[in-house]
């Protein structure tokens, strides 16, 4: 069974590793929000203002989570530990990951969320606890986690145009869908990126392999 990763990272576009969390359960609903910025401008034959397309907004994530130790959930399939982990060691592991201050930074780490094929560059922008479950002497013993992340893109110089060829090395991480969205601005264009690279399997790309993204058809 995929597990859902969080991993800290030290800029937008780094390499998962190092620090990471990985949820008890995988969670209980994905909630992603996407948008498209609209504005208005003045019409020469009209006192009516046009409404015009500006671009694609920021995507968002919301997640809501449980942390459980009532040994309903026993030990760690990845280790094979049959130990019952506190929600409070649990909980402290996930702020070291997403929310603790990073001196060498001076702010909280980034964050690559990782989940089966699917992955997302973002900060965590809300960090909301509810404890639902305590023991007699007060100790936590079950908590729904819910948070907020901001997805983030990294900045380049010019902006990418998709009636232009794009050629990028793959790093650990990237997947053709997340390219897709780079360059285009819609993941739904990977298969033919597929096609047009004779990939035979997108979704296990070779790191350092280079992938080419041809122009839109119009």
Known sequence: MKKFIIYGIDTIDGAPGGDSYTLQ?????????????????????????????????????????????????????TTGSKN??????ELALLEGVIYTFDGSLHKPKYLFV???????????TAFNIEFLLFDLDGAALRAKVHLSL???????????????????????????PLLCKQVYGDMNYYLQVAEHNGLTNFRE??????????PLQR
């Open 114 to 124: 990782e989940y089966g094929d699917f992955n997302f560059r973002c900060m965590m």
């Open 25 to 77: 359960l995988n969670p209980e609903s994905i909630k992603r929000n996407r948008a498209i910025t609209m504005g208005e401008k003045a019409a020469v034959d009209t006192a009516k203002p046009v409404v015009q397309y500006l671009g694609y907004g920021e995507e968002t994530m919301d997640l809501d989570f449980f942390l459980d130790s009532t040994g309903a959930i026993v030990g760690d399939e």
């Open 84 to 89: 019952v982990v506190s929600v409070d060691a």
């Open 205 to 214: 790309l070779e790191v350092g392999s280079t992938i080419e993204l041809p």
């Open 150 to 176: 901001k997805g983030y893109q990294q900045e380049t110089s010019k902006k990418s145009s998709p009636d232009m060829s794009h050629s990028f090395t793959v790093r650990e991480g990237d997947s053709l």
